[in-house]
C-alpha cells in the first residue's frame, strides 16, 4: 500500500510559477512509476506528465511541454512537478498518481494509487 499527499498548490497570476510535490509513504518508492495528472471543473482527468522509476526517462502533455518539469527524488520518496509560465488554462485541481511499475504512462486507469489532489488556480 501507498499513500501519497500533494502539496504546493495555490493561487498564482498567469506567468507564474508554482512547485507540487507528492510524498509518498512506504519503502519501495522507486520501484513505482509516477504520473501527474489534473481535472479541471466540469472536464475528464487528463495526463499531464510521467516519470519513469529511474527519472532517466519523462513525458509530457502537449499542453504542457516546455513550461512543466517532473523530477523525483527517491532517496524522499517524493515527486516534483515544477510548472512555469503558467496561464489561466492550467487551473485544475492536480493529483500524483503511482503504478506498480517501472515504466510510466499516460493512461490514469493503469496507475494503482492516487493522492488526494491540491488546487492550482492561475488568474488572469
Known amino acids: 500500500q501507498v499513500e501519497l499527499v500533494e502539496s504546493g498548490g495555490g493561487l498564482v497570476q498567469a506567468g507564474g510559477s508554482l512547485r507540487l510535490s507528492c510524498e509518498a509513504s512506504?519503502?519501495?518508492?522507486?520501484?513505482?512509476?509516477m504520473g501527474w495528472f489534473r481535472q479541471a471543473p466540469g472536464k475528464e482527468r487528463e495526463f499531464v506528465a510521467y516519470?519513469?522509476?529511474?527519472?532517466?526517462?519523462?513525458y509530457y502533455a502537449d499542453s504542457v511541454k516546455g513550461r512543466f518539469t517532473i523530477s523525483r527524488d527517491n532517496a524522499k520518496n517524493t515527486v516534483y512537478l515544477q510548472m512555469n509560465s503558467l496561464k489561466p488554462e492550467d487551473t485544475a485541481v492536480y493529483y500524483c498518481a503511482a503504478r506498480r511499475s517501472y515504466l510510466s504512462t499516460r493512461s490514469a486507469s493503469e496507475y494503482d494509487y492516487w493522492g488526494q489532489g491540491t488546487q492550482v488556480t492561475v488568474s488572469s
Open positions: 516519470i519513469t522509476w529511474s527519472g532517466s526517462n519523462t
Open positions: 512506504g519503502r519501495t518508492f522507486s520501484s513505482y512509476a
